[in-house]
Antibody, heavy 118, light 107 residues
Framework: EVQLVESGGGLVRPGGSLRLSCTASGFSFSNYDINWVRQAPGKGLEWIAHISNSGYTIRYAESVEGRFTISRDDAKNSLYLLMSILTVEDTAVYYC???????????WGQGTVVTVSS | AIQMTQSPSSLSASVGDRVTITCRASQGIRDDLGWYQQKPGKAPKLLIYATSNLYSGVPSRFSGSGFGTDFTLTINGLQPEDFATYYCLQDFHYPWTFGQGTKVEIK
């Protein structure tokens, strides 16, 4: 079964850091671009980061640029999001999503919850 | 950043109705637009990619159209399982941006 599973969410204080992971199975992870998308409580979807299959192309939303770092380890079929200088506005469900050759997000993880609170 | 404006933000409809949701881009995005369905507490699901291409396994009552700045998602014959929130997403230019969502509720 083609699957993405996020982990690493939790409660963190403002100003703190957290690393999320996304582990893939059922497909050739190294062949695909992968993204992070988040959803604040009761709000819409927000794309926040992209990494190409080679790792060469990386892009961020303005809201996280300079604070978040996306990376991948193809040997471990894993994607990461290192989040630092967290604020309450970063509280959200964080999803990883695979991007197809047709340029759409066809496989999503179940999400991991990040709560930034004092 | 390219702004994606969806309308309406919510609508009430009955089973069997035809529903149309629109998405307008603040600048031309060719056909680089997808549509996603999300149910409460669940991850989004891909419905349509590249404006009008139906993703595998998605019922044919869903269709998409448009080009440039104006796009439409149509559901012909709304079914009970279609009550959800729908989002468009442009991937023409970074930062990729979603519309604010359209919640389809039962009348």
């Amino acid at each position: 079964e083609v699957q993405l599973v996020e982990s690493g969410g939790g409660l963190v204080r403002p100003g703190g850091s957290l690393r999320l992971s996304c582990t893939a199975s059922g497909f050739s992870f190294s062949n695909y671009d992968i993204n992070w998308v988040r959803q604040a409580p009761g709000k819409g979807l927000e794309w926040i980061a992209h990494i190409s299959n080679s790792g060469y192309t990386i892009r961020y939303a303005e809201s996280v640029e300079g604070r978040f770092t996306i990376s991948r380890d193809d040997a471990k079929n894993s994607l990461y999001l290192l989040m630092s200088i967290l604020t309450v506005e970063d509280t959200a469900v964080y999803y990883c999503a695979r991007r197809t050759a047709g340029d759409a997000f066809d496989v999503w993880g179940q999400g991991t919850v990040v709560t930034v609170s004092s | 950043a390219i702004q994606m404006t969806q309308s309406p933000s919510s609508l009430s409809a009955s089973v069997g109705d035809r529903v149309t949701i629109t998405c307008r881009a603040s600048q031309g995005i060719r056909d680089d637009l997808g549509w996603y369905q999300q149910k409460p507490g669940k991850a989004p699901k891909l419905l349509i990619y590249a404006t009008s291409n139906l993703y595998s396994g998605v019922p044919s009552r869903f269709s998409g159209s448009g080009f440039g700045t104006d796009f439409t998602l149509t559901i012909n014959g709304l079914q009970p399982e279609d009550f959800a929130t729908y989002y468009c997403l442009q991937d023409f230019h970074y930062p990729w941006t979603f519309g604010q969502g359209t919640k389809v509720e039962i009348k």
